[in-house]
């Protein structure tokens, strides 16, 4: 009687074990779906916000305001508020999509296409830029500062 209660014994603990094992497969398979998930709803939200951003500069006070700037003429005062506002937007905007970059919900060549957007902002100097994420930067995360000030130093501004 013993050895048939060792016997049952060890087959409820081997079922119990393989319980254990595909107890944790499964885990594993529903935290693999839970990362696709994430990854799908960050991308979702980076486009939605995307999206607002363009519509924000399609207005027709931003068009105006942008092609004043490109010939070079005089800002408002409210002219010059508005662009250091967008331009701080921009980069707090810019900090999430590095932050999901270094979480891994974003690949490097999805982070390089950003990274030519934001060396395109860079490019010529622009006072506006420049004040702007001066005046943001202490705000920014340490890691994104580095890489914004690593492609500000590329551009040459002093």
């Known amino acids: 009687m013993k050895v048939k209660l060792d016997s049952i014994n060890r087959w409820l603990t081997l079922i119990a074990n393989l319980g254990v094992l595909a107890g944790v497969i499964f885990l594993v398979i529903e935290l693999r779906q839970n990362n696709v998930i994430a990854k799908a709803e960050t991308r979702s939200e980076m486009s939605r916000i995307s999206v607002e951003n363009t519509r924000m500069y399609q207005d027709p006070f931003a068009i105006a305001l942008f092609s004043k700037v ?66 943001t930067r202490s705000q920014l995360e340490p890691k994104y500062r580095e890489e914004m000030d690593s492609i500000l130093e590329q551009s040459n501004c002093d």
Request: charged share 30%; hydrophobic share 30%; with cysteine.
């Open 70 to 135: 490109n010939r070079g003429e005089e800002l408002t005062l409210e002219e010059r508020g508005w662009l250091l506002l967008a331009y701080e937007s921009e980069f707090k905007a810019w900090q999430n999509i590095y932050y999901q970059y270094r979480v891994g919900l974003f690949d490097e060549p999805e982070l390089e296409a950003y990274r030519g957007t934001w060396r395109n902002r860079f490019r010529g100097c622009r006072p506006l830029v420049l004040r702007s994420y001066s005046s």
